[in-house]
T-cell receptor, first 111, second 111 residues
Framework: DVKVTQSSRYLVKRTGEKVFLECVQDMDHENMFWYRQDPGLGLRLIYFSYDVKMKEKGDIPEGYSVSREKKERFSLILESASTNQTSMYLC??????????FGDGTRLSIL | EDQVTQSPEALRLQEGESSSLNCSYTVSGLRGLFWYRQDPGKGPEFLFTLYSAGEEKEKERLKATLTKKESFLHITAPKPEDSATYLC????????????FGKGTTLSVSS
């Protein structure tokens, strides 16, 4: 079974902090994705990565950056956290041509 | 613009009362349509992929179908454990691009 692990289930940070969300997959998948999920808005793509050191902006990249130094790990970075970044963050991975598999999410609160 | 619309937003059923969830889409170059199940506080769990009009997939009480404009998720004789949010997503355009999600249908099945 595919396992996508997100480092924290719940996280509370303060405005202006630099926040790191980590995601690790154990299936040697090429593609990895970061989404945020908000009530009434559904899942929206922030960034994705085709392969190591490669990244592409999604629909809502403003205020975020990503890092993929190793194939199994994809990090989402909030450069200076703001209250409108309070959300559920979901990481996914897939092998090309296969369905995406998701982690259980990080519920992030920015105070 | 590529778009995915799910209806209804919420559906309440009695145990054993069969029904269908709808996912309509407008995309250029459909490469696949995906159904996921999401339980509260968890990440989406993959159910089905459909690639071409006329295709059907089944799993226990669930059956997914696809036409050129929409997909249906039929739930036959549902049980309370089928209660969840069901998400539809499409992959369009070039290979390797991310999914476009609908906002989901929240299903509640009471005994």
């Amino acid at each position: 079974d595919v396992k996508v692990t997100q480092s924290s289930r719940y996280l509370v940070k303060r405005t202006g902090e630099k926040v790191f969300l980590e995601c690790v997959q154990d299936m040697d998948h090429e593609n990895m994705f970061w989404y945020r999920q908000d009530p009434g808005l559904g899942l929206r793509l922030i960034y994705f990565s085709y392969d190591v050191k490669m990244k592409e902006k999604g629909d809502i990249p403003e205020g975020y950056s990503v890092s993929r130094e190793k194939k199994e790990r994809f990090s989402l970075i909030l450069e200076s956290a703001s209250t409108n970044q309070t959300s559920m963050y979901l990481c996914a991975s897939r092998q090309q041509g296969q369905p995406q598999h998701f982690g259980d999410g990080t519920r992030l609160s920015i105070l | 613009e590529d778009q995915v619309t799910q209806s209804p937003e919420a559906l309440r059923l009695q145990e054993g009362e069969s029904s269908s969830l709808n996912c309509s889409y407008t995309v250029s170059g459909l490469r696949g349509l995906f159904w996921y199940r999401q339980d509260p506080g968890k990440g989406p769990e993959f159910l089905f992929t459909l690639y071409s009009a006329g295709e059907e997939k089944e799993k226990e009480r669930l059956k997914a179908t696809l036409t050129k404009k929409e997909s249906f998720l039929h739930i036959t004789a549902p049980k309370p454990e089928d209660s969840a949010t069901y998400l539809c997503a499409v992959q369009a355009g070039q290979a390797g691009t991310a999914l476009i999600f609908g906002k989901g249908t929240t299903l509640s099945v009471s005994s």
